[in-house]
């Protein structure tokens, strides 16, 4: 007997010792902490940056749109260069350009120059987002449970940063002038680097073709894509710009799934996703981030420009979020064990989806308990589906095509995110000036300078470019009208996401996956 015991510990395989695992995992979140941080920190800039650059309100919101265009445009492109030239390198690469470009805005002379800036950052959101990923799950692929864990606390940290970006650079704001909040990611990248230099070894697929008309069609489509919702919200979507944005965008998109079906190693594996189960996933991965983001930029300009919140006590108001945000994807991969990845992602979906209904509850005099109901009940869902939508495409692919499930769900994954901006505000700038005209009536604002009003917000700006009491009151009730419709398009994308759960996710089929 103990013969026998003897001889099945020795067949046993040893667990994997990976050199500095810990030090990987932290370049890895680092540099994920680097990317998100760039979405929201930004936001808290907006207003010191309009009065002192003497920025028109149509052009302010390109600030911030600028970054998740140039994300959402080259993400795809970012894994696809990471595996042909090194995931060490490219993610170096991501790093050093989103620390330049905050370097280029932060002492850019002129708007245009911030422009640019926002764009280099972009390109580097783009290579350190799937890449990040990328370095964990080929570091520790040979211990499954530990890369799982990994990806969890990874996941968490995209919270942390975009709930950390209103606080910091509300902070800053409060004792410096609003460039220092552009210069956070420099000490944060000068650490990245050396911790990546030291620990993180390169791994490469270098035989990989580049893909170059997947990379130009990613890029295209994509781009267009953000493009067109974002300015249709604003100019309408009768523009014939936005017009042949759009059409662009469906064109180069259709033309990219036909070009990745023949390519014998396509950028994006479109043939896994033949499988309903497999793009039931995705977009259910994709619906988290959307979500998550989305709730977080509609609430940011709902404190500050409703509810005069000032940019430090907004980042302390959205800490609920954070918070829970956090200890349920700590806890996520644990529940998805014993109830398996589906049913998680349908829990997810409805408490994500119920947390947007909650906040639509909120108005301009709303007390802070609706708030931090909310976001809390946000940070939970969103939680509960970010982290385990990675092992529910593990689940649902073979074994073989898991490298591919992985790419898939990250670029998802971010191109969710960085729809939600461009999607939620294009809804919020339509609502918001779609409702003015009968709330300045309401007011009593004599019509002569309510039109003068709704002229300043169809051209960008908040509607009150003659405030009075009686003006201010309907600009805030306009924009919470704004507010609303954007909390329910995610409760809806929420609800969709609950729904494909449930229909394809939370049973396993009979027969092939």
Known sequence: MSSSTDELSAAAPEKPVIAHGRLVLAAACLGLFMSFIEVTAAISTLRALQVDMHVAPADLSWVSSMYTLVVAACVLSGGALGERFGRRRVFLVGVVALAAGSLVVAG???YPQVLVGRAISGVGGALVLPTSLAIITTTF???????????????SVSGIGLAVGPLLGGA?????????????????????VAVT??????????????????????????????YGIAVGGRTGYDDPVVVASLVVAVVALTALVLVERRAPMPMLDVRMMGSLRVSATLVVAASALFTFVGVVFLEVLFLQRVQGAEPLDTGVQLLPAMVSFVLATLVAQRIA???GPGRLLAAGSLVAGVAAVVLVAQQPDSAYGVTALGLTLLGL?????????TA?????VEPAQMGSASNAVTAFRQVGSVLATSVLGAVLAMRFVGALP??????????????AVVDVARSGGNGDGRSTAEVTEAVNASFTVGIHTGLWVVAGVSFLALLLSLVFLTRTPQGSK
Not at 381 to 389: Q, T
Not at 392 to 396: D, E, I, L
């Open 108 to 110: 850019a002379s002129g």
């Open 141 to 155: 692929f040979v211990d499954l449970p530990r890369m799982l864990r990994y990806i969890t606390i990874w996941v």
């Open 172 to 192: 800053l704001l409060n004792l410096y002038d609003w460039p220092a909040v552009y210069l956070v990611n420099t000490p944060v990248a000068v650490v990245t």
């Open 197 to 226: 230099l030291y620990a993180v070894k390169e791994t490469s697929v270098p035989n990989r073709p580049l893909d170059l008309w997947g990379q130009f069609l990613s890029v295209v489509g994509l781009g267009t894509l953000v």
């Open 337 to 339: 064990a014993k109830v």
């Open 381 to 389: 869902g969103s939680g509960l589906v970010v982290a385990p939508s």
């Open 392 to 396: 529910a495409a593990f689940a649902v």
């Open 438 to 451: 009968d709330k300045l009536a309401a007011a009593h604002v004599p019509p002569g300078t309510a039109a």
